[in-house]
Every structure is written in C-alpha cells, then in structure tokens.
C-alpha cells in the first residue's frame, strides 16, 4: 500500500518568507509526527496529532511554527518569516494504535532559508 | 526527561565482520518502548524492530539481532556478516508506553554512520 508521501520534495526559500510542508499519512493511521532533521542529528520531535487535535505540540520551537490537521488526516506545517536555521529536513510520520507505536516515515522535505 | 545516546558517530568495517552499534538511554517512565531505524542514503528512515521494556528477551533476525540488557540501560545492534547494502545511518530511539489509541514522540539518538567496504 502507499506510504507517506511528502510535498513538496524540495523547497528553497529566502529569508523572511512563508513556507507551507505538506504530508499525507498511511490510509487509516489516526496518529501524525512532524519531525526536523539538521544535518549530521537525529529526527526531533515537532509535533503530533491524534485526530485532528495537536495532542503534543511541546516541541514546535517559537510561534513561527504551526501546524494543522483539519480532517484528520492530511497535515500542513506551516513556517513564518523563516530564518536561515529553520534550513533541516522537516520529516512526517504515522501511526496506528495497534502497532505499539511503531512510526511509518515519509522520504521528508528538505528546507533550504537562504 | 528521555534521552538515547549513541556514542559512535561512525563505524568503518570490511564486508563480512559482525559489528555492533552501542545505544544507552535515559528515561524516567517505568515502561517504554526502544525501536532502532535504518537511514539509508536515499533519506528514508526505515524501521527495523520495538522492544517493549518488559520483555528483555534478545531478538534475532535474519543478520540482524539485539541484546536489550534493562539493567545497564542499554539496546545494542549488532550486524553479523556486514554487507555494503547495511551502510546507513542507524538510529537508536525511545518513546514511552502507550495505553491503547494514544501515541507517544519518539526521541532519537544522534546516529551512528556505518561504512561496509568491500
């Protein structure tokens, strides 16, 4: 079945502007991550949804950052006025209840701030 | 505060030795989970296995197996028979135990960069 898929790919920005990430979950899983990754780390945690609720938003770092579910499944991350350290990989992950929590990934965005 | 520790940042063997990725962790929570990811070049974290803290069994699959020892704090991976397909970046992760239908964050370790030559 489809995975996680990620939009767009790859997105280059200049400083001070807006970006939206999009992420589309596996059919049915109620659970979504947002993830970031700086070269050279590991994932860290953003956010999560169960539903349509932020469940967990305790790692978004300043309110530049959102993040919304509207339907309860496709999430849009959303970055205002970005800054040349926002530059990672911004990755998505699903989940369903009956796997222990084990987290499906998408292939990421890569967010260039120049 | 949950924490995972992988204190080798890169790993360089010969195809056909066995090698061993150490992770140490942190937590507080009495049950958790333990999970290992593969990344491979392409980007993609892929999945390789959850460990429950309640079940310090080790697991064997295939090349791949894992020694969960609970009183060191620790769940290392070791790859028997190395090929150059296992070169990847390997991350340890932690998340605690879920109560059915909740989901939980998963902290990562910084990674470990395996190089399998020929």
């Known amino acids: 079945g489809a995975g996680v898929s990620q939009t767009p790919s790859n997105k280059v920005t200049e400083k001070g502007k807006y970006v939206e990430l999009r992420c589309d979950p596996i059919?049915?899983?109620?659970?979504l991550y947002w993830y970031r990754q700086s070269l050279g780390q590991g994932p860290e945690f953003l956010i999560y949804f169960q539903g349509t609720g932020a469940a967990d938003d305790s790692g978004l770092p300043n309110d530049r950052f959102f993040a919304v579910r509207p339907e309860g499944s496709v999430s849009t991350l959303k970055i205002q006025r970005t800054e040349r350290g926002d530059s990672a990989v911004y990755l998505c992950?699903?989940?369903?209840?009956?796997?222990?929590?084990?987290?499906?990934f998408g292939p990421g965005t890569r967010l260039t701030v120049l | 505060a949950q924490k995972v520790t992988q204190a080798q940042t890169e790993i360089s063997v010969v195809e056909k030795e066995d090698v061993t990725l150490d992770c140490v962790y942190e937590t507080r929570d009495t049950t958790y989970y333990l999970f290992w990811y593969k990344q491979p070049p392409s980007g993609e974290l892929v999945f390789l296995i959850r460990?429950?803290?309640?079940?310090?069994q080790n697991e064997i699959s295939g090349r791949y197996s894992w020694n969960f020892q609970k009183s060191t704090s620790s769940f290392n991976f070791t790859i028997t028979a190395s090929q150059v397909v296992d070169s990847a970046v390997y991350f340890c992760a932690l998340s605690e135990a879920l109560t059915t239908g909740t989901a939980s964050k998963l902290t990562f370790g910084t990674g470990t960069r395996l190089q399998v030559t020929l």
């Open positions: 460990r429950n803290s309640f079940d310090e």
């Open positions: 992950a699903s989940s369903t209840r009956d796997r222990g929590n084990e987290q499906f």
């Open positions: 059919s049915g899983h109620t659970a």
